[in-house]
């Protein structure tokens, strides 16, 4: 299989489209259910109980989503040569230590030192030994023109920048918490670092650049986005969720799976990392930013 770096997949059969369907519904159907019951609103922090209106968390997906389809890459002249055999294990060993994470997760409470231990085990631990017993058949990428790396690295400003400001301006912007006042600088950003590495960074190197990409190769590209958005959704149920498992799962697609959407094409369509990670990092500052100001 050759393709270009960042390629819309096609022609992998019914699976793809299946999972596509399925994905969507499901997540249609969280908000429908949730609706009917007369439980919009989302948790969005493991460390209180406080929710928002789900459609605050889709209104910035939504822009960045429509931003980055209308700002489209330059494609370099680089290509990736995929061992398909290879693929197709690496992306089912990283697809059960998603599936795993998640279950195990919920199962212990989601509590520490749990959830950091079964993190950098299953989503970090595990795929380095995979690809270190599969190293040869990595991608092979071919020479980057200066001018088209340059676009490729800067293109995505725009829904960046889009989310950005709906996030954290007017009506959906997140609400604050004072968690800045209670402790002094050095205790401030050491909190921040530490969140970043094992939130934003591990999360998005996970499922994004590793877990997504290999999808891709499997489904194509959507099918494969709507399924990490998906499976990144539900771990958040260990740590956020309530107790009633339906609302909790509910909550989690309509929340953390629509982000995850825009996540996913933010690194299908640019493949650089950098926005993943602001969007990510920016996303879980945000209380604690908004209420220093």
Known sequence: MRDKVGPTFSGHGAPGPAVLVAGLALIAGSAVWLAVNGATGVRHSADHHDTVPMWHRWIPAMAGLVLVRLVPPREPS??????????????????????????????????????????????????????????????????????????????????????????????????????????????????????????????????RRWLQTRWEGVLGRWPAIVLVSLLWAVWHVGIQGTGHLP??????????????????????????????????GLMNAAPILLGAL
């Open 78 to 207: 680089a290509t990736r040569v995929f061992a398909e055999r290879t693929s197709h294990v690496r992306a089912g060993v990283l697809l059960a230590s998603a599936v795993l994470f998640a279950v195990v997760l919920r199962l212990v409470g989601g509590g520490e030192p749990a959830h950091t231990v079964l993190k950098l085990t299953l989503l970090l631990a595990v795929p380095l030994v995979l690809f270190r017993l599969t190293r040869g058949e990595d991608p092979v990428v071919g020479p980057v023109s200066e001018r088209s790396t340059a676009w490729w690295r800067y293109g995505p400003v725009a829904p960046v920048a889009a989310w950005f400001l709906l996030f954290y301006t007017g009506p959906t912007a997140a609400p604050t918490s004072d968690y800045a006042a209670s402790v002094d600088a050095v205790s401030l950003v050491l909190t921040f670092a530490l969140v970043f590495a094992l939130n934003g960074l591990l999360e998005e190197v996970f499922y």
């Open 247 to 280: 609302t909790d799962l509910a909550s989690a697609l309509v929340n953390q799976g629509v982000t995850g959407l825009f996540l996913g094409y933010l690194w299908s369509r640019y493949r650089v990392m950098w926005p993943v990670l602001t969007v990510h």
